[in-house]
């Protein structure tokens, strides 16, 4: 009776140290990790570890990108990280403070995105006081060529890591708009985009418009995106409104603290 009232529990300890497992693995690579590459580096069952996926991405533990299927740290498993690790610094509270004020004085939606090899990441919405919210799945991967956050990303980011994305993206989106869409007219928008510090684009099919700057870090390399977006037909859309002042000073001015993901997980996203 013993012995059978212990069988439970040491399954239950066998499953939380391959969950355990798995997760130190996708941290250890924030680029993100496929199902096989994760289960080849702990010797696992390919069922077994898709198992573990789709549990552990169901409590947000991990994020799992529908069109890479590459596994990430989710929302649930950064916060762990961040209210664990104390990473919610000084720097960050004076960078969360400024976030707050530039949403406070536009009244649109704004959102953080992260660069990583497979492109830019929605880590933290927070939605305009004046409109019906307009956000994105946190975990989302945007694409390059029909946002303005990817034209950010096409403009900074590290040329090796946007190459095979930008070439995997480039048939689709050209046979959507047509021949308009060439390697001039690519290089044109990214010489713009890199003299304005901003993007701009507009979904016609949402009715959404969207504004976009850099965000760097301390060292200036670049970080991520942040964009403002909101509904057409009433979004500021020039290269002089409050909203792209705005936004490009906020670039200017703040260089994103080191962790700071873990600090967004923190933030009140309402």
Avoid at 122 to 141: E, I
Avoid at 204 to 216: D, E
Avoid at 246 to 251: C, E, Q
């Amino acid at each position: 009776m013993v012995k059978n009232s212990h069988a439970p529990a040491r399954r239950t300890i066998g499953a939380v140290e391959k969950a355990a497992a798995i997760l130190a693995e996708v941290c250890a690579h924030p680029q993100g990790l496929s199902l096989s590459e994760i289960a080849g580096a702990l010797a696992l069952d390919p069922g077994l570890a898709h198992r573990y996926l789709n549990s552990l991405t169901a409590a947000r533990l991990l994020h799992r990108d529908l069109r890479t299927h590459l596994v990430t740290p989710g929302p649930a498993l950064l916060a762990a990280r961040h209210a664990a690790a104390g990473h919610y610094t000084r720097q960050s509270a004076e960078f969360v403070a400024a976030l707050q004020q530039l949403h406070g004085g536009l009244r649109e939606t704004l959102s953080i995105l992260r660069w990583t090899g497979s492109g830019p990441h929605a880590v933290w919405v927070k939605d305009s006081p004046d409109t019906l919210a307009l956000t994105y799945r946190l975990g989302a991967v945007l694409p390059l060529l029909s946002t303005a956050s990817g034209h950010v990303c096409l403009a900074f980011a590290p040329q090796a890591e946007v190459r095979p994305l930008l070439e995997r993206e480039w048939p689709r989106r050209r046979a959507e708009v047509g021949p308009q869409l060439n390697r001039w007219s690519l290089q044109e928008l990214v010489a713009e985009v890199r003299k304005r510090r901003l993007a701009r684009g507009r979904n016609y099919l949402h009715r959404v418009s969207a504004i976009s700057t850099p965000l760097f870090d301390a060292d200036r390399r670049f970080w991520g995106v942040l964009t403002a977006l909101g509904p057409t037909a009433r979004f500021p859309y020039g290269w002089r409104s409050p909203v792209a002042r705005g936004l490009h000073a906020f670039s200017l001015e703040h260089a994103v603290p080191e962790h700071f993901v873990d600090s967004l997980q923190a933030m009140p996203a309402g």
